[in-house]
């Protein structure tokens, strides 16, 4: 069984503040891996997505992949109010070309005041 | 920005009847899936599409459901006999390009069963 654990929280960040997710997953052969941020009663809204070592950066996120300790993180700096909700961690098992997400159960961040 | 569309944002629907959910992916993109998010629980990946079949179907995808592309635009979901437990948001995806790109989703219809 693939898995993918996240922390559920909640996080919370003062605004301004820099927030951390973390993500681990159980399948070696996991290709690439991705940030959905959920808000209430909405759909998946994608963050950011990375499949190399290291770091990828945009705007205020940043993606780390370290695919030796199976680890996915997301830094959000300078969060703020709007940044509170539910981030999903997913993850492309590369199983064939139509190959599906296996999600976590998400961290839900609150950005106070 | 192009999106994927569904219909309708939330059916209400008496238990052992069929429900017709419907997408539409982006116009490029050329592969297909169909997740659900029972209330409180993480998103799980009921089935994915490529040129016109099946791809892959989790243990969740069993004979009640079925999916099809009927025309080139549209993408269903059918669930016959819906059961008290088939109430979720159901979310349909769609990808271009190759398997490292993102899955983009709509914005989901919210099934009740009653």
């Known amino acids: 069984q693939k898995e993918v654990e996240q922390n559920s929280g909640p996080l919370s960040v003062p605004e301004g503040a820099i927030a951390s997710l973390n993500c681990t997953y159980s399948?070696?052969?996991?290709?690439?891996f991705f940030w959905y941020r959920q808000y209430s009663g909405k759909s998946p809204e994608l963050i950011m997505f990375i499949y190399s070592n290291g770091d990828k950066e945009d705007g205020r996120f940043t993606a780390q992949l370290n695919k030796a300790s199976q680890y996915v993180s997301l830094l959000i700096r300078d969060s703020q109010p709007s940044d509170s909700a539910t981030y999903l961690c997913a993850v492309n098992g590369g199983g064939g070309t139509a190959s599906k997400l296996t999600f976590g159960t998400g961290t839900r961040l609150q950005v106070t005041l | 920005e192009p999106e994927v569309t569904q219909t309708p944002s939330h059916q209400v629907t008496q238990m052992g009847q069929e429900v017709i959910l419907r997408c539409v992916p982006i116009s490029n993109h050329l592969y297909f899936y169909w997740y659900r998010q029972i209330l409180g629980q993480k998103v799980e990946f009921l089935v994915s599409f490529y040129n016109n079949e099946i791809s892959e179907k989790s243990e969740i995808f069993d004979d009640q459901f079925s999916v099809e592309r009927p025309d080139g635009s549209n993408f269903t979901l059918k669930i016959r006999s819906t059961k008290l437990e088939d109430s979720a948001m159901y979310f349909c995806?769609?990808?271009?390009?190759?398997?490292?790109?993102?899955?983009?989703f709509g914005d989901g219809t919210r099934l009740s069963i009653l």
């Open positions: 995806a769609s990808r271009g390009g190759g398997s490292n790109q993102p899955q983009h």
């Open positions: 399948d070696r052969g996991s290709q690439s």
